[in-house]
């Protein structure tokens, strides 16, 4: 029997309700159960390539308590038997081990709620033909542009994901979301060089596909007549929204998360109240963010989803935390318990930044480089930031779409740039924001010029 | 299961279909983790499906359960036959299979004394606190101390239109310590170690894999870099460590041989087969299962996820590219075998080309020959990844190094970060050493098409490369 969607919440709920009754004829101290649902149609470009598939994850997680001990299990599947191996299997994790968690106090336990975000029907409409149309009409925008298009990658998801959350405090909470997305990569190529141009779309209702193979055509082609800057020197240096997106949050995932800042890994730990940035930097953590596919209306432990105020005119106010690093640093829980990963039933709950949100400044985005002698323009694409140290800050990256800007103006385009600083210093050397933003899959960012940073090309 | 699937794959068949396989994934994973002495994570995870890919004129469909009736396997692959149907209208480029014998292998083990699936929590939670208590006595200190065990163990079973019926047991382990220390100055400063493989737990009896060793290890280096320098910015020669190397072969390499990517000429080595691209230091190899030797310590993969026999592939030799990586889809188009590269990370994913144990063969130096042989440079050692663009441009961070001159090593190095691109990288390797190592994460893995982590083993000698350029402080 395949259920309506708007089915789903209940039937996630009262599967949780029964589990709950199971663990209680166990006689299992405390016990959360989480169970979610989805459906997706994946569709894939690579070059001429197409590679579609289309399914639903569905399972549940067990974190389970003896004493303060704690156990997690989780199985694929919400059939009686898969929450009842979940339920015994963290039973018997939690039963075996030996060190109590002292600093364990409960699981969620509120009655308020927060907002929902929109239920955009027509990802459920849409038919797996209508999206192979989109990705044609993808490709043929991005060929049509120019003659030296040479390969076509993207990738286009769909669908819908319902969860809900059950714990033995009497919580029972459901929340779900629509998304669309589509990320194209078009590559162009002359004379053994290849570029890259990006095109990005991310919401909550069936994408449009109309305009981004020929805006990322136009973007790669560019980017053909690039020429080495064939020196190392410190620059300024500006990253248009994508890119400021990527590195903003990148920047606080970890210095402002609460375990991090408990447990000895956050170079802001002590730094609650002071000046960690310009004065014209203010940046929110973002659960409420209307229009962002990741918006639901409680997190992954069942606490309400919340707009967290981070940095306020350079002064850092709050960390982000989840129930367990709330109780033990006394503050209030922002709603940022998060189960990674596209099975999130197999994770633990982990203090995880939302979609971030930094506001704008005033500087238009045609005059982005006005007063700017000599600098970079970087756009899209930072290669290598995933690898940077996120206890110290130290980054270092690799910018393919580059473009040297001189007296104020946007020049010609440059080879990849290796571009370090880092990354918490970076907070005090933003020389101004530009006054648009765009919803990147990292929140609402508007382009950032910072002083200074490194440049080796 | 095999007689369930095979029923369902007759009824897609009769329904228009050129080729179906089916995939039953029954995957279970244990970790453990600790952070400061507590466990934060103490889990198991039980995860059990079925994957059906469909060809139709030239397509290919995808389509996943973890209802395993009758009834829903068979919506499912109706399903993959109707996403395969909608994209047949679409493509430029046909999917299609070459035939190839079925086989029935059912009987595949490999040889450990110590399976982990079936020794109890306090044995794992032992070897936790081995570590621990070695890393505390070594480091210096320590704002934060975090240990991991993880064991991937289950079953998976394959069958498709040709009747090919294989079962095997796949088995992967890894213990990983990070220490983070603070220096008087008040910055941070990460070691790291960890030991893996398709293993069982005697592993962590052998003299340099113990959790002893693996706690010191990760310990002392937090401890060295707490004073080390910023590496200099600008183009070096480096002496690249064996693990590092193993990053370069698969991240900066390595994708650029994989057959979706050589199709869709993605890939800049998408033409150059026969060309020499490299040194003649350059041996890079790709296969499923490592010389004796190494088996264990690699990761272990008889089979890919479309019952295709691994096999050894010479991506390079001696500097000559030589060949790609396949899918059967693949291998077709370009008129090549396949080679035992398509593969998944569970169920709910179509298996794309993929690497197995990808590595650099030795050389012959020793390890102070091969400093010699570097006289001025940064020595450059281990790394937490990295990553590599279509154009073969690549960034990685070492985890440390050294600065080094006439062949010494004169003082430790912080944020190492290696960029370049491989095709210039290539011709640039002027040594080898002769100790080659392979090394194959549970926690790590690759990423490619939002399937991560795939276990996939990586080594190599160190190798001696001029001409890298370094990021990091002027």
Redesign the interface.
């Known amino acids: 029997m395949t259920l309506d969607f708007d089915d789903w919440e209940s039937d996630l709920l009262a599967r949780i309700e029964r589990g709950l009754k199971f663990s209680k004829s166990l006689g299992i101290d405390a016990l959360e159960l989480y169970a979610t649902n989805s459906r997706s149609?994946?569709?894939?470009l690579?070059?001429?390539?197409?590679?579609?598939?289309?399914?639903?994850?569905?399972?549940v997680g067990c974190r389970c308590l003896t004493g303060r001990?704690?156990?997690?299990?989780?199985?694929?599947?919400i059939?009686d038997s898969a929450v009842d191996?979940a339920i015994k299997?963290?039973l018997s994790?939690s039963k075996?081990?030996?060190?109590e968690?002292n600093?364990w106090s409960n699981f969620v336990q509120t009655s308020e709620i927060s907002k929902n975000g929109i239920i955009d029907t027509s990802v459920l409409e849409i038919?797996?033909?209508e999206i192979?149309?989109g990705?044609?009409l993808i490709s043929k925008e991005a060929k049509d542009y120019d003659s030296r298009i040479?390969?076509i990658?993207g990738?286009i998801s769909v669908g819908y994901s319902a969860f809900a959350v059950g714990n033995t405090e009497g919580l029972a909470k459901t929340s779900r979301t629509t998304f669309g997305t589509i990320e194209a990569?078009i590559?162009a190529s002359e004379n053994?060089?290849?570029?890259?141009g990006v095109g990005f779309l991310v919401g909550r209702g069936a994408p449009k596909f109309e305009g981004l193979g020929e805006y990322a055509a136009k973007k790669a082609v560019e980017l053909l007549n690039s020429k080495a800057l064939e020196k190392?020197?410190?620059m300024n240096v500006i990253f248009n929204s994508l890119a400021a997106s990527e590195f903003m949050h990148a920047g606080l995932s970890n210095s402002v998360n609460g375990q991090s800042v408990i447990?000895?890994?956050s170079?802001f730990a002590e730094k609650i109240g002071e000046n960690v940035g310009v004065p014209t930097l203010t940046i929110y953590d973002d659960g409420q963010m209307s229009g962002d596919p990741n918006m639901v209306g409680i997190d992954d432990e069942g606490f309400p989803r919340k707009t967290t105020l981070i940095i306020d005119k350079g002064v850092l106010k709050n960390f982000i935390f989840d129930q367990y690093y709330s109780n033990i640093y006394s503050t209030k829980n922002t709603g940022n318990a998060k189960r990674s990963g596209?099975?999130s039933y197999?994770s633990?709950p982990k203090i995880t930044s939302n979609s971030i949100s930094v506001v704008p400044g005033k500087r238009k985005i045609d005059e982005l480089a006005s007063d700017i002698n000599k600098g970079i323009l970087v756009e899209d694409?930072l290669?290598?930031l995933?690898?940077?140290?996120p206890?110290?800050g130290?980054f270092?990256?690799?910018a393919?779409n580059c473009h040297k800007i001189e007296n104020g103006e946007i020049k010609e385009p440059l080879e990849?740039l290796?571009?370090?600083g880092n990354m918490y210093k970076a907070f005090n050397q933003i020389l101004f924001l530009g006054n648009e933003t765009k919803l990147t899959p990292f929140g609402k960012v508007p382009a950032i010029a910072f002083k200074d940073f490194?440049i080796?090309g | 299961m095999f007689d369930k699937l095979q029923t369902i794959i007759s009824k897609i068949e009769s329904k228009g279909a050129d080729f179906v396989d089916a995939r039953y994934d029954e995957l279970l994973t244990r970790t453990i983790i600790k952070?400061?002495e507590?466990?934060e994570?103490?889990?198991?995870?039980?995860?059990?499906?079925v994957?059906f890919n469909v060809y139709y004129k030239g397509?290919?469909?995808?389509?996943?359960?973890?209802?395993l009736s009758s009834k829903i396997l068979e919506q499912?692959a109706n399903?993959?036959l109707?996403?395969?149907k909608?994209?047949s209208?679409?493509?430029?480029?046909k999917?299609e299979i070459e035939p190839l014998q079925p086989i029935t292998e059912l009987n595949l083990k490999l040889n450990i004394k110590e399976p982990a699936w079936l020794s109890?929590?306090?044995e794992k939670?032992d070897l936790l606190k081995r570590g621990e208590i070695s890393a505390r006595e070594n480091g210096e200190n320590i704002?934060?101390l975090k240990i991991m065990y993880g064991e991937l163990s289950g079953e998976k079973k394959f069958t498709n239109s040709e009747g090919t019926e294989i079962q095997w047991n796949p088995l992967l382990l890894e213990l990983m310590c990070i220490v983070?220390s603070?220096n008087q100055q008040?910055?941070?400063?990460?070691g790291y170690e960890a030991k893996n493989g398709s293993n069982g737990l005697e592993y962590f009896k052998n003299e340099d894999s113990t959790p002893e060793e693996i706690g010191k290890n990760a310990a002392l280096m937090a401890k060295e870099k707490m004073t080390a320098k910023?590496a200099p910015?600008?183009k070096f020669s480096v002496l690249c460590e064996n693990f590092l190397a193993g990053v370069l072969a698969h991240e900066t390499f390595g994708h650029l041989t994989e057959g979706?990517?050589i199709?869709?000429?993605?890939s800049?080595l998408h033409n150059k087969l026969g060309e020499t691209l490299g040194s003649e230091y350059v041996t890079i190899i790709d296969e499923g299962v490592l010389p004796t030797d190494y088996t264990l310590k690699g990761l272990w993969l008889p089979y890919d996820d479309q019952g295709v026999k691994t096999k050894r592939s010479v991506l390079i030799e001696k500097g000559i590219l030589k060949e790609f990586l396949h899918s059967r889809a693949t291998a077709k188009i370009l008129k090549a075998e396949p080679t035992g590269n398509a593969r998944a990370v569970?169920f709910?994913?179509?298996p794309?080309p993929r690497m197995k144990n990808t590595y650099f063969t030795p050389g012959d130096l020793t390890e102070e020959e091969a400093l010699k042989q570097l006289d001025t440079g940064i020595y450059a050692i281990k790394?937490?990844?990295?990553?590599?663009?279509?154009?073969g441009?690549?960034?990685?961070?070492a985890l440390k190094g050294y600065w080094v001159e006439n062949g010494e090593k004169q003082y430790p190095l912080?944020?190492v970060?290696l960029?370049g691109n491989i095709l210039d990288l290539l011709k640039n390797i002027r040594g080898a050493t002769k100790d080659l190592e392979i090394f194959s994460s549970f926690f790590g893995g690759c990423g490619k098409?939002?399937q991560a982590p795939l276990p996939c083993g990586i080594g190599g000698p160190k190798l001696i490369i001029d001409n890298v350029?370094f990021?990091?402080?002027?």
Do not use: W
Request: glycine content about 12%.
């Open positions: 149609l994946n569709v894939k690579r070059g001429g390539m197409i590679d579609a598939t289309q399914g639903g994850n569905i399972g001990k704690i156990g997690f299990a989780s199985a694929s599947g059939t191996f299997a963290a994790i075996t081990l030996i060190d968690d600093r038919s797996s033909e192979v149309n990705v044609n040479s390969s990658d990738m990569y590559l053994l060089k290849t570029k890259t190392t020197s410190q447990e000895g890994r170079i596209t099975q197999e633990l694409i290669l290598g995933h690898t940077s140290d206890i110290s130290d270092s990256i690799v393919p990849p290796s571009v370090a490194t080796s | 952070e400061n507590r466990i994570e103490c889990k198991t995870l039980k995860r059990a499906g994957g397509a290919l469909g995808y389509a996943f359960s973890a209802d499912t399903n993959a109707e996403i395969a909608a994209s209208r679409a493509i430029d480029i999917l109890d929590l306090d939670m704002t934060s983070t603070k008040g910055d941070l400063a990460t910023a910015a600008g979706d990517f199709v869709s000429k993605g800049p569970n709910t994913f179509a794309i790394s937490l990844g990295g990553s590599a663009e279509f154009d441009s690549f960034i990685f961070q912080k944020d970060a960029s098409d939002g350029r990021g990091g402080e002027q």
